[in-house]
T-cell receptor, first 114, second 113 residues
């Protein structure tokens, strides 16, 4: 079944360490997104990519970076993790950024920064 | 910016009908989504409204009034498996030239026997 995969499923990380969350989709979707979900705050957009080779900042981009070298992969990097980055991270994709298309979500990565 | 409001929690009885409301204020509106999210899982798509009116899909229906900035999700014949969070999300044209979703904080629905 086509879809989105994320790795790792969960991770405990020491503050100050570098971490890359992986996201891969096999639906040939053009647009991809990273969200974080925190209790009481809902889903918030971190970064997005409309097509391979382009990226943009969302609502809460500070402390995070992304790259989009190809259509399928959209990794999220925390250069130096801080405890406030403890969250559940969801990757999502949609067919086309130029219209309102349904976003499909990966299973999430639960990250704890100590 | 966007402002989306929905109730934090609701409780309903198995077999009953429940309505979850969502109000929003936004510029560049281009549609409203409802997602279902079970605890510990990813959000899954339920419905999309871009025009005013009611969209029915089995036990679930969604309504939109663009002039009032209002939507609701109606769940009929509630089942225990409907216990989940329901997320209202507004699509709007961003300054970066694409459509982006802004999510409400979600409504946690508990279905009781």
């Amino acid at each position: 079944i086509a879809g989105i995969t994320q790795a790792p499923t969960s991770q405990i990380l020491a503050a100050g360490r570098r971490m890359t969350l992986r996201c891969t989709q096999d639906m040939r979707h053009n647009a991809m997104y990273w969200y974080r979900q925190d209790l009481g705050l809902g889903l918030r957009l971190i970064h997005y990519s409309n097509t391979a080779g382009t990226t943009g900042k969302g609502e809460v981009p500070d402390g995070y970076s992304v790259s989009r070298a190809n259509t399928d992969d959209f990794p999220l990097t925390l250069a130096s993790a801080v405890p406030s980055q403890t969250s559940v991270y969801f990757c999502a994709s949609s067919r086309d950024w130029r219209t309102t298309d349904t976003q499909y979500f990966g299973p999430g990565t639960r990250l704890t920064v100590l | 910016g966007q402002n989306i409001d929905q109730p934090t929690e609701m409780t309903a009885t198995e077999g009953a009908i429940v309505q979850i409301n969502c109000t929003y204020q936004t510029s560049g509106f281009n549609g409203l989504f409802w997602y279902q999210q079970h605890a510990g899982e990813a959000p899954t798509f339920l419905s999309y409204n871009v025009l005013d009116g009611l969209e029915e899909k089995g036990r679930f229906s969604s309504f939109l009034s663009r002039s009032k900035g209002y939507s609701y999700l109606l769940l009929k014949e509630l089942q225990m498996k409907d216990s989940a969070s329901y997320l209202c999300a507004v699509s709007a044209f961003s300054g970066a030239g694409s459509y982006q979703l802004t999510f409400g904080k979600g409504t946690k629905l508990s279905v009781i026997p």
